[in-house]
């Protein structure tokens, strides 16, 4: 990967991109903290405290996502979502493995229960990048199913709760899985009668936009169940041309389209902030749905933002947007019957 004469941006890894295919994107993404800190000219110190940070959690970024990261700049939005740091390594009171209460809601491997009329399927363990504020990022995958038989006793168990209406599809990222997997399993889940929608959490979208394929669009626009397809930016700079080209295409096939974004220090904990994120996902048709309190999940304690400031942000958010451009201010709580407004 070579550097633009601009001091300001990278190219993207070879001519021609975008990839040719997405699993191509991700077998070329970046997993070694010292390739990263080289390619966007970062300085020699941040090198060992971040290798030594990624060997409890490792790094995994496209290269195509680093593509819109400032060069020279630690501090840069998109590379402090996914370099890792010393202060991951710090135990910190009150931030566990399990801080929103997956382990007691699953009801049996890979199937989760929370909140009425809906359950949650782990797909799979894989994801496209590894953001460090991840709240599954100590989940025991290595017990969750990874094919359609071994999702057969939990696929039984939807069919048999008729007050089930919705599922949805949650990893890692399901839509790491390959087309003729995931095509199955929905397939699976429409023949259940009761079932009315289907709903991924995916940030694959955003990071490799070449996921959205001409075949994934028409899997989700021809199901019987009604598509809702939940993306996760935190910041508006991480909504380039590309990715709006591929939204654009789910858009246009009917799927209802939903944002949800972390508030993170040093990310996006400013109304500034905020306010460039809610309106360019307006631009590409998508609801700003939630903006999340942390959760407070082992080696994020450095994301962290007070309550105090995180409503103070959103009570601007509501003077200065339109009021469909304005997420919910929420925290999940483990145990409760639903996200809490903190606004």
Known sequence: MTIL?????????????????????????????????????????????????????????????IARMKTGDPADPLLRQVLPLATEMQEVPDFGVDPVGDCSATMQAGLLQKYQGRV???????????????????????????SIAHWQPALEAIAADASIHEVILSGGDPLSLVDATLAALIERLESIPHLRRLRIHTR???????????????????????????????????????TARSLAKLAEARVVLLNQAVLLAGVNDSVEAQVALCERLIELRIVPYYLHQLDRVAGAAHFEV??????????????????YAVPRYVQEIAGAAHKINLL
């Open 306 to 323: 007070p309550l105090a400031i995180g409503r103070q942000i959103a009570k601007e958010l509501r003077s200065r947007l339109p009021g």
């Open 120 to 146: 949650l399927l782990i797909t799979t363990g894989t994801c496209a990048i590894h953001c460090r504020y991840c709240f599954r990022r100590h989940f025991p995958y290595e017990e969750a199913p990874r």
């Open 5 to 65: 004469s601009s001091p300001t941006r990278v190219v993207r890894p070879r001519l021609g991109l975008p990839y040719a295919s997405w699993r191509e994107a991700m077998k070329d993404a970046v997993r070694d903290p010292a390739e990263l800190c080289r390619l966007l000219a970062l300085p020699e110190n941040l090198v060992k405290n971040a290798g030594e940070a990624a060997q409890q959690f490792p790094l995994f970024v496209p290269r195509g996502f």
């Open 204 to 242: 694959l979208p955003i990071v490799i936009p070449e996921r959205v394929t001409d075949e994934l669009v028409a899997m989700l626009g021809g199901s019987r169940l009604t598509p809702v397809v939940v993306v996760h930016a935190n910041h508006a700079q991480e909504l380039d041309e590309h």
